[in-house]
């Protein structure tokens, strides 16, 4: 897919992420989960607690892990993608995304989260409710607003910024338009 934005067009290709793409993975990961600002993921996560915890939803019933990889073969990437809750919630789809830091305003998350729209409305998904938005990621609300999420819930200091101290965490719904049973 080629992606265009101000910097510019990019080629991103997404793909099922596999085993052998942790060692990609884990330096974005590890810069996005020690800056604090956006995930609620415990920085002392050992490397292999953090691969469980990314990784481990591709081998679940109707889960996926997926990479991002640009024009150079590198990967830019990840997001993981699962029932939101399991037995009467699992209608719901929910995920998760990681850009690398110098891939970020060119297009990767929006590719992304638009395979993974994709992705859950193929698997027959009602809807996706992502579940902890921190309210001061104004990219992350805007982008995922630009592909038809609404905001239908804060809950107020329910994420302790590193520089904000106490902020919202946004619930965001998009339903999707799945046959009915």
């Known amino acids: 897919m080629t992606v265009s934005s101000a910097g510019?067009?990019?080629?991103?290709?997404?793909?099922?992420?596999?085993?052998?793409?942790?060692p990609s993975i884990l330096p974005f990961f590890r810069e996005i989960v020690d800056a604090g600002e956006t995930y609620a993921y415990d920085p002392a996560l050992t490397?292999?607690?953090?691969?469980?915890?990314?990784?481990?939803?591709?081998?679940?019933?109707?889960s996926r892990t997926s990479v991002a990889i640009d024009a150079e073969g590198t990967i830019v990437g990840s997001a993981n993608?699962?029932?939101n809750r399991p037995g009467p919630g699992s209608h719901v789809a929910s995920a998760s995304f990681m850009v690398a830091s110098s891939a970020r305003g060119k297009g990767v998350?929006?590719?992304?989260?638009?395979?993974?729209?994709?992705w859950a409305t193929e698997q027959g998904f009602?809807?996706?409710q992502f579940n902890a938005v921190v309210e001061t990621n104004s990219a992350a609300v805007h982008l995922w607003q630009s592909l038809g999420f609404g905001i239908v819930?804060?809950?107020?200091?329910?994420?302790?910024?590193?520089?904000?101290?106490y902020?919202?965490?946004?619930?965001?719904?998009?339903?999707l338009s799945t046959p009915q049973p």
């Open 126 to 128: 009602r809807a996706i």
């Open 47 to 62: 490397d292999e607690q953090a691969r469980d915890l990314w990784m481990s939803p591709s081998s679940a019933v109707n």
């Open 8 to 22: 510019g067009t990019t080629t991103i290709r997404v793909r099922d992420a596999r085993a052998e793409d942790w």
């Open 167 to 175: 902020v919202g965490l946004h619930v965001m719904h998009r339903p």
């Open 109 to 118: 998350g929006r590719t992304l989260c638009a395979d993974m729209i994709t």
């Open 81 to 83: 993608m699962y029932p």
């Open 153 to 165: 819930g804060t809950v107020p200091e329910a994420f302790h910024h590193p520089t904000h101290g």
